[in-house]
């Protein structure tokens, strides 16, 4: 149950894109179809931006989207804002656990 | 709204044992599962386990199999989870959330509690 690899940080400004990616193993990030993505501002409880690689949540906006390719899915955020300045983490189901990634910085510059 | 409200810090003696409740409101309890998941200080997020509120099925991460039991109460909406045999390095905020395991992963979250060992 090794945890996901993630880049410590990303950053760009306001406006730009931004891709975050998520590397895993054909036993969690490559044998499912449920790759979830987390935000977490300093202090608060994290929230969930994408399920099943590509869905989003209510009330997310579509400047966030998800993808897949083999053992590494990606979190793209386009258009970015001061908001979006957080941590993020990626999260795989893998059968009888779930396994997060080691977060990624999101500085908005 | 649904809501996951957890119970206040604790601080415990290296040894000793925790319990966390997460009193759950705003949706069927049954119908979903509860993760728990921890985050130590400056780090990152550590899936710790699920149990399911429907039946009580269990599935633990491998490094806490032993010493964690995670429990529902449908009485009260509420789900458990105790910690044996604290150690320094399980200073955490630990978080409740709501999961419907394959279906739908952790939507809604808990507001955290501390939970400090220390001698």
């Known amino acids: 149950q090794s945890a996901l690899t993630q880049p410590r940080s990303v950053s760009g400004s306001p406006g730009q894109s931004v891709t975050i990616s998520c590397t895993g193993t054909?036993?969690?990030?490559?044998?499912?179809?449920?790759v979830s993505w987390y935000q977490q501002h300093p202090g608060k409880a994290p929230k969930l931006m994408i399920y099943?690689?590509?869905k989003r949540p209510s009330g997310v906006p579509d400047r966030f989207s998800g993808s897949k390719s083999g053992n590494t899915a990606s979190l793209t955020i386009s258009g970015l804002q001061a908001e979006d300045e957080a941590d993020y983490y990626c999260?795989?189901?893998?059968?009888?656990?779930?396994?997060f990634g080691g977060g990624t910085k999101l500085t908005v510059l | 709204q649904v809501q996951l409200v957890q119970s206040g810090a604790e601080v415990k003696k290296p040894g000793a044992s925790v319990k966390v409740s997460c009193k759950a409101s705003?949706?069927?309890?049954?119908?979903?599962?509860i993760s728990w998941v921890r985050q130590a200080p400056g780090q990152g997020l550590e899936w710790m386990g699920w149990?399911?509120?429907?039946?009580?099925?269990?599935n633990y991460a491998q490094k806490l199999q032993g010493r964690v039991t995670m429990t529902t109460d449908t009485s009260t909406s509420t789900a458990y989870m105790e910690l044996r045999s604290l150690r320094s390095d399980d200073t955490a905020v630990y978080y409740c959330?709501?999961?419907?395991?394959?279906?739908?992963?952790?939507?809604?979250w808990g507001q955290g509690t501390l939970v400090t060992v220390s001698s």
């Open positions: 959330a709501r999961d419907r395991w394959e279906l739908l992963p952790m939507d809604y």
């Open positions: 705003g949706y069927t309890f049954t119908s979903y599962g």
């Open positions: 999260c795989s189901y893998a059968g009888s656990y779930r396994v």
């Open positions: 054909s036993s969690d990030v490559g044998g499912y179809n449920y």
């Open positions: 099943d690689v590509s």
């Open positions: 149990i399911s509120a429907y039946n009580g099925n269990t």
